[in-house]
């Protein structure tokens, strides 16, 4: 199985820009794709960001596009979430997750990490 811990979340100020880590651990992370969901309070998680296992395929959900960039290096095991410009419901707890399979819902991912708090103040 795959352990993932995400990293460098914290609270900000909207326009500021914020760089979350994804440690993965146990298995290399080359074969599996990996994203970025987030999850606000009451809301249902939802998909950020996602790139192949390949690397040659990147996804986001429109409301990020152009501010969000998501990478990966294989050879640290870490994924990757660069923000800027962030903006107050951009608030959530963000979350890496690992999949074998096809897809982007998080119903989709086979592990997931615990999570870490973005917060972007007004």
């Known amino acids: 199985q795959v352990q993932l811990v995400e990293s460098g979340g914290g609270l900000v100020s909207a326009g500021d820009s914020l760089r979350l880590s994804c440690a993965a651990s146990?298995?290399?992370?080359?074969?599996?794709?990996m994203g970025w969901f987030r999850q606000a309070p009451g809301k249902e998680r939802e998909f950020v960001a996602g790139v192949s296992r390949g690397g040659r395929t990147i996804t986001y959900r429109n409301s990020v596009k152009g501010r969000f960039t998501i990478c990966r290096d294989n050879a640290k095991n870490t994924v990757y979430l660069q923000m800027i410009s962030l903006k107050p419901e951009d608030t959530a707890v963000y979350y890496c997750?690992?999949?074998?399979?096809?897809?982007?819902?998080?119903?989709?991912?086979?592990?997931w990490g615990k999570g870490t708090l973005v917060t972007v103040s007004s």
């Open positions: 146990g298995r290399t992370i080359s074969t599996y794709d």
């Open positions: 997750a690992a999949e074998s399979g096809i897809g982007w819902s998080p119903s989709s991912m086979d592990y």
